[in-house]
């Protein structure tokens, strides 16, 4: 069992440059969540999918497009890449509905845009 | 004022000993709660859900304060292996997830 794996680990983009961050889950989980974390905020939920080819926005989305084309894959997008994107980003999956169990992380990936 | 708070620390603790931390939330609305663990540049991972009724884990100790809107996390015996940044998630409603920024603790031999 992989669990959740995310490719790439790191990345560096010029301002105005795009790029997508996949997300794997190998366990059968309906709900899946990309989250972004920067120094001293919390996880930040930048969108989420209940189910295979639905998606939603969380707290911060501006700036990211999400699809979720297969059960297990949940892709993220950054269009036009800004500074203000540079961060570490984890994808995430839960078995229960909202968050209300166990989230399994990804190792992340982190991006910077200079 | 944020949403969910935590002492950003760093707590540094000997070995062996007891230390304790909290996470403070400020919506009275908040249903579920949760610790979670982060080691240095990894991927964070559930430590202990916490009850209303308060929960053990071998060391570990979860309490829930609905009066005052708070958690609590509780370390016994400490081990250098507990070193890591702790962080508090409350869940409002169905995907209203808010994070605390983490509290690191350093646990000295």
């Known amino acids: 069992n992989a669990g959740v794996t995310q490719t790439p680990k790191f990345r560096v983009l010029k301002t105005g440059q795009s790029m997508t961050l996949l997300c794997a889950q190998d366990?059968?989980?309906?709900?899946m969540y990309w989250y972004r974390q920067d120094p001293g905020m919390g996880l930040r939920l930048i969108h989420y999918?209940?189910?295979?080819?639905?998606?939603a926005k969380g707290k911060v989305p501006d700036g990211y497009n999400v699809s979720r084309l297969k059960k297990q894959n949940f892709l993220l997008g950054l269009e036009s890449a800004a500074p203000s994107q540079t961060s570490v980003y984890f994808c995430?999956?839960?078995?229960?509905?909202?968050?209300?169990?166990?989230?399994?992380f990804g190792p992340g990936t982190r991006l910077t845009v200079l | 004022r944020k949403e969910v708070e935590q002492d950003p620390g760093p707590f540094n603790v000997p070995e062996g000993a007891t230390v304790a931390f909290n996470c403070t939330y400020s919506?009275?609305?908040?249903?579920?709660f949760f610790w979670y663990r982060q080691d240095c540049r990894k991927e964070p991972k559930l430590l202990m859900s916490?009850?209303?009724?308060?929960n053990e884990d071998g060391r570990f100790t979860a309490q829930l304060n609905r009066a005052s809107q708070y958690i609590s996390l509780l370390i016994r015996d400490s081990k250098l292996s507990d070193s890591a940044t702790y962080l508090c998630?409350?869940?409002?409603?169905?995907?209203?997830?808010?994070w605390g920024a983490g509290t690191k603790l350093i646990i000295k031999p």
């Open positions: 995430a999956s839960s078995y229960l509905a909202g968050g209300a169990d166990t989230q399994y």
């Open positions: 366990m059968n989980h309906e709900y």
């Open positions: 999918s209940v189910g295979e080819g639905t998606t």
């Open positions: 919506n009275s609305a908040s249903q579920s």
């Open positions: 916490v009850y209303s009724s308060g």
């Open positions: 998630v409350v869940i409002r409603s169905n995907y209203q997830l808010i």
